[in-house]
């Protein structure tokens, strides 16, 4: 197990190397230069006086040498967009608000999913089967945002139950919750009613009930776990994109979170923080993904973890 | 029997979540009502302490974070803004433009007669935030700062290059051909002879130092503060030291900042609010939510939010000194024949409705224009005459454009022409180039435009290395002159991205900014004639002075208008009267 942990490690940075590097010469490819909020304002001569500060004069060997160096140092480097402020920073300040919505939306999201779906399952082909399934394809083709705007205009502007936005305690986090729920949740329920039907028509299950198990113990100690085996897989990128935040929610919401820095920092060409937020979701990503295959072989012992036999 | 003991784990650790969810489902319910009993109960007690004690707070939206609180690094509006709000500079401007005494006594300023030397006397009450008096060397170490390269200020150079003596010899790259070592920056022509003396050294007349010496990039600082701070001076509200009307008590990334009445600022008797607290609201339908509900004093608006609005009591529209125009590239490799023709020019210049692109792309009530120097900026130094007095040269006149499309047809010898037009990837400009391609289209037979939509890093570039036919741009001033609108198209100038090139108009311009700097009126007419050739000879097609279009309670005053030039808002003149 430990051997098998410290080899997939070890294929984690170096695929984690081929990320950064492929990045850093794609970055170098966008159109535009860093400098140009000014609206054009500034001359030839101010802006190699910035380049040269930035060390954007370099070759761009030498600047990859260097940044390279500096990451492994842990030192992202400084941002473009906010004078002085370093990546680092930039991304602990904003990390936190998305983890935090994140994660209450996936917990939440899947367990609401999963009940929905075992639910679903067990009263196949009743009212409850289809209602959960109208549910399920609704929160999985209508986007986040709709219902952000829906929740925002009749919970905060109409019914003033929840504030509109911002992120000042958890009565704040309730309505970006919900809108992002919604998705992990449909996700869960049409996963798990899938598998779970297709488990209780196994041999085992009928053995069981043969055997006179009683049906919470069916449900729960027998057909759950092994259910369960798909939607750990789905659940693992849900999570790291719902964790690195969501630009539209966080926009709706006025939560300051790193999601948008995704997309922003690409339009400025502010390449530290493209880095930066590049390296975020691929360690949290690589991550998720061992995670995911340790859990496999603990719900599953059938699926063994073979310490580096392939 | 291990992989039992795994399955338990598994279901404890799933049960432990959904018991765990429900509760913290169910507490942020309950934590939903309470905190809206608290919150209601809160904001009655604000309302009633409104009333009695006049706690008043201004709360306000920001579109983005602040960039940077360091007063030479801000290139953009939230910088500038709040930067002005925490500092005081030599002058400060109040509402309407209007340049009052700030650090310096204004009335006291000596300026002498070849204006090139200006003597500031600076009031001796100021002081920063913690307690230090705010001296004539806060300044010269402030300006020197800004212009030591090593700093990276954009603006310092912008604004000092070729004015201030020795700017242009301290500010030089390193890698320049030119083997001129670059002065130390304290060769920066500014000196104090005294405490309370602070003295300016041009290298020309600058007949509009007086917006200099409200700018931000010419601040004072406290160099022992500055200096004991290193690189996170500036970066939150504790490595900022205050001398201005309020100081920073809170600044959270993305979320918003908090400020207060800075009770040390020598004018603090009359700084009317106690406080500002300004949210990050990116989406402006959140922002307008939150105003509706009470959270905001005020929202800007966007899109259609303002047709929404137009009839609300608390609707107001403010006039910006932003011109839009449309440009003709005349040096562009592909169309530069037909684009210097100038019945060419005229032709797309006159060929679509200003008021129709505003209803398109805007929506809002800005004002459809045939100049490019701002309305409601400048005013002739002795009459007080607004320096734009209209013309109609350039208006939207279908049956002239197609005239002159003729002309110009049978000149240079075309029937049919493709021109591209440069524009953004947002949806407003994407709704330009829709609007501009069907407009032109239909009224000039034979043109067809090509949309090139490419992000907005990419668009400036192209602009700059002149690659483009056509694009809509616009220019905000950054000093109250109308020669930071009139400099834009001297020949080979620094802005002229459009290749045009006129000798009397620059002979105009080049004498507003050298010989007529001490003749003020001689200057002004200078200018309105350079305008007026510009038009005439169609250099930019031009299209709306813009607007804002806002919702403020009744309750605030004070920001019923925008300044012309500077800050949009002066906060130290802001009120809250319930």
């Known amino acids: ?310 | 029997m291990r992989g039992n003991k795994w399955w338990l784990l598994v279901l404890a650790l799933v049960l432990g979540l959904v018991l765990a969810a429900c509760s913290f489902e169910d507490s942020a319910e309950e934590d939903d009502t309470d905190t809206d009993n608290v919150e209601e109960n809160e904001t009655d007690g604000e309302s009633e302490s409104d009333g009695e004690e006049g706690e008043k707070v201004l709360r306000i939206a920001s579109t983005s974070d602040i960039p940077t609180m360091d007063p030479i690094l801000a290139e953009d509006n939230v910088s500038f803004q709040y930067t002005d709000t925490v500092y005081e500079g030599l002058y400060r401007l109040a509402p309407e433009g209007e340049i009052v005494s700030g650090i310096a006594k204004k009335d006291e300023t000596e300026i002498s007669e070849d204006g090139l030397t200006y003597t500031f006397h600076l009031r001796e009450d100021a002081q920063w935030e913690n307690g230090d008096p705010v001296t004539a060397h806060d300044f010269v170490y402030g300006w020197q700062r800004a212009i030591d390269p090593n700093n990276g200020s954009f603006y310092a150079n912008y604004l000092m290059n070729g004015k201030v003596k020795n700017a242009a010899e301290i500010y030089v790259t390193e890698d320049d051909e030119s083997d001129v070592e670059p002065l130390d920056p304290s060769e920066l022509g500014v000196s104090a002879p005294d405490d309370y003396t602070f003295v300016v050294e041009l290298e020309k007349p600058v007949p509009y130092f007086e917006s200099y010496a409200a700018f931000q990039t010419f601040l004072p600082m406290n160099q022992e503060f500055v200096e004991e701070q290193g690189d996170d001076f500036a970066l939150s509200p504790d490595s900022i030291l205050s001398n201005g009307p309020f100081k920073m008590t809170e600044w959270e990334a993305e979320a918003g900042w908090e400020l207060e009445k800075n009770e040390t600022y020598w004018d603090a008797e009359n700084v009317a609010l106690d406080g500002i607290s300004v949210k990050v609201i990116k989406d402006a339908d959140t922002a307008l939510s939150n105003y509706e509900v009470g959270e905001l004093d005020r929202v800007t608006l966007s899109g259609a939010q303002v047709q929404d609005n137009q009839t609300s009591p608390e609707f107001l529209s403010l006039t910006e000194t932003s011109v839009f125009w449309l440009k003709f590239n005349q040096d562009s490799e592909t169309a530069s024949e037909y684009m210097q023709n100038l019945n060419f020019r005229k032709a797309l210049a006159k060929a679509f409705d200003k008021q129709a692109y505003i209803d398109v792309v805007y929506g809002n009530d800005s004002t459809p224009v045939n100049f490019f120097v701002p309305e409601g900026f400048v005013e002739h130094p002795e009459t007080g005459e607004d320096f734009q007095t209209g013309s109609d040269v350039l208006a939207y006149d279908v049956e002239a454009a197609q005239e002159f499309w003729e002309a110009a047809k049978e000149e240079l010898g075309f029937d049919e022409v493709t021109l591209s037009f440069l524009s953004g990837d947002s949806d407003v400009a994407k709704n330009i180039s829709e609007f501009m391609k069907t407009e032109l289209e239909t009224n000039l037979e034979g043109l067809t435009i090509e949309a090139n939509n490419v992000p907005w890093a990419q668009q400036l570039e192209i602009m700059r290395e002149q690659d483009y036919e056509l694009a809509v741009s616009g220019w905000g001033p950054d000093y109250k002159d109308a020669i930071s609108f009139v400099d834009l198209w001297i020949t080979d100038g620094e802005n002229n991205d459009i290749g045009y090139s006129n000798e009397e108009y620059d002979a105009l311009v080049e004498a507003a900014k050298g010989e007529l700097a001490t003749s003020p009126v001689e200057r002004f007419e200078a200018m309105q004639d350079a305008e007026k050739i510009a038009l005439e000879e169609a250099a930019i097609g031009p299209i709306m002075q813009r607007k804002t279009s806002v919702l403020a309670k009744d309750y605030l005053k004070g920001m019923e208008s925008l300044n012309p030039f500077g800050n949009d808002y002066s906060f130290k003149y802001v009120d809250i009267v319930k």
Not at chain 1, 170 to 175: A, D, K, M
Request: proline share 5%; net charge negative; hydrophobic share 50%.
């Open chain 1, 1 to 310: 197990m430990a051997k098998y942990i410290l080899q997939r490690l070890v294929y984690m940075f170096i695929t984690l190397f081929v990320i950064a590097t492929a990045t850093f010469f794609l970055m170098q490819l966008l159109p535009g230069s860093p400098f140009n909020e000014l609206g054009g304002k500034m001359t030839e001569a101010q802006e190699q006086i910035l380049l040269e500060e930035y060390g954007l004069n370099d070759p761009v060997p030498v600047q990859y040498a260097k940044y390279m160096l500096g990451m492994v140092q842990g030192d992202l480097g400084v941002s473009f967009q906010y004078d002085n402020r370093s990546v680092t920073d930039i991304i602990l300040d904003r990390i936190g608000p998305s983890a935090h919505l994140g994660a209450q939306a996936l917990i939440i999201g899947s367990i609401l999913g999963i009940i929905l779906g075992m639910i679903a399952a067990i009263r196949h082909n009743t009212w409850v089967d289809y209602s959960s399934n109208v549910l399920a394809v609704i929160g999985i083709s209508i986007p986040s945002f709709v219902f952000a705007g829906l929740l925002q205009y009749y919970f905060a502007v109409q019914w003033r139950i929840f504030p509109p936005s911002f992120w000042e305690g958890p009565i704040y986090t309730v309505l970006p919750t919900i809108s992002l729920l919604i998705f992990p949740m449909a996700i869960c329920a049409r996963f798990m009613r899938t598998e779970m039907l297709e488990v209780l028509g196994s041999d085992y299950i009928e053995l069981a009930r043969a055997k006179g198990v009683s049906n919470s113990s069916i449900m729960f100690k027998h057909a759950l776990r092994n259910a369960l085996i798909p939607v750990i897989t789905v659940l693992g990128p849900i999570t790291v994109s719902l964790m690195t935040g969501t630009l539209v929610i966080e926009q709706i919401f006025a939560v300051p979170g790193i999601g948008e820095q995704f997309v922003r920092s690409i339009s400025v060409n502010d390449y530290p923080v493209i880095m930066g937020t590049t390296m975020l979701f691929s360690v949290l990503f690589i991550l998720v993904i061992l995670i995911v295959d340790l859990l496999y072989g603990m719900i599953d012992p059938r699926i063994r973890i073979t310490g580096g036999k392939d």
